[in-house]
């Protein structure tokens, strides 16, 4: 399960970098802050019912971040 955090480091890595070419800076910057958060995570071996709370955790509060963003701030 540690390995699966360090693949979807890799994965927001990818992300970040090709949102830092396209100019938009803040998403480049949260997409690089998720690899550290991950990569961090996948090399702490926690047990699996942890890595898996914390995904889940981790789903829930981007979630509810784009569906606010997404109904709130953004203009139509």
Do not use: H, K
């Amino acid at each position: 399960m540690a390995r699966m955090f360090r693949v979807l480091g890799f994965w927001t890595l990818a992300i970040g970098l090709m949102a830092l070419a396209g100019d938009m800076v803040p998403m480049a910057f949260i997409f690089l802050f998720q690899t550290a958060v991950f990569v961090i995570l996948g090399y702490l071996n926690l047990s699996e019912r942890t890595y898996i709370l914390l995904f889940w955790g981790y789903m829930l509060l981007a979630f509810t971040g784009f569906t606010y963003w997404s109904f709130f701030e953004l203009t139509v």
